[in-house]
């Protein structure tokens, strides 16, 4: 059975930083392209990073751009996302989600379709 | 303001058949494929239509996908109380981005 296991977040004040890890399990991680996605309170989902399987490849949202960065551990089976100069409207419920085996076209990875999601993981940036 | 444009709500009653509109550009589902998601009250997001038209193993086939030119729908026949739920429809954009519409929060009458 596929298993996202996000941890990591919590209370942080603005201007700080986080670490959030996703555990995965039940698949060939190192061959799937994976993302990171964002809800804030009572909002829509917003789409953040992705990386390919190799980790050669990474997107970020233009509001993420700099401060955040995605990176993965395949030997370890586990994604990362980095959260530097933490804003209160980074306040979200953070969940991670497994992509399509990654394929190379045009020099692009796409990481869509997300087809496995974790339970998410909360970060309140708050002072 | 999502780049991908959903109505915000859609209603109806048990056994109808309903549908939600998803309106992008040519940098996103004019030129990539179209994805829905499902969400439950309190739950994480579940794949729901992937490719424009293709259902995960074990999606009713209740539930339906399209596509034409920069515009996607989820259709939803035989509607149940269980459907309720938020709706998204997402994209790959060629400036390198994931992108989602707004969400649809659909009632069950």
């Known amino acids: 059975e596929v298993q996202l296991l996000e941890s990591g977040g919590g209370l942080v004040q603005p201007g700080g930083s986080l670490r959030l890890s996703c555990a995965a399990s039940g698949f060939t991680f190192s061959s799937h392209a994976m993302s990171w996605v964002r809800q804030a309170p009572g909002k829509g989902l917003e789409w953040v990073s992705a990386?390919?399987?190799?980790?050669?490849?990474?997107y970020y949202a233009d509001s993420v751009k700099g401060p955040f960065t995605i990176s993965r551990d395949n030997s370890k089976n586990t994604l990362y996302l980095q959260m530097n100069s933490l804003r209160t409207d980074d306040t979200a419920v953070y969940y991670c989600?497994?992509?399509?085996?990654?394929?190379?076209?045009?020099?692009?990875?796409?990481?869509?379709?997300?087809?496995?999601w974790g339970q998410g993981t909360t970060v309140t940036v708050s002072s | 303001q999502s780049v991908l444009t959903q109505p915000p709500s859609a209603s109806g009653t048990p056994g109808q058949r309903v549908t939600i509109s998803c309106s992008g550009s040519s940098s996103n589902i004019g030129g990539n494929l179209v994805n829905w998601y499902q969400q439950l009250p309190g739950t994480a997001p579940k794949l729901l239509i992937y490719?424009?038209?293709q259902r995960p193993s074990g999606v009713p086939d209740r539930f339906s996908g399209s596509k034409s030119g920069t515009s996607a729908s989820l259709a939803i026949s035989g509607l149940q109380s269980e459907d309720e739920a938020d709706y998204y429809c997402a994209a790959w954009d060629d400036n390198l981005k994931g992108v989602f519409g707004g969400g649809t929060k659909l009632t069950v009458l």
């Open positions: 990386i390919s399987g190799s980790g050669d490849y990474t």
């Open positions: 490719s424009n038209n």
């Open positions: 989600a497994k992509g399509p085996p990654s394929v190379t076209i045009f020099g692009v990875v796409i990481p869509l379709p997300m087809d496995v």
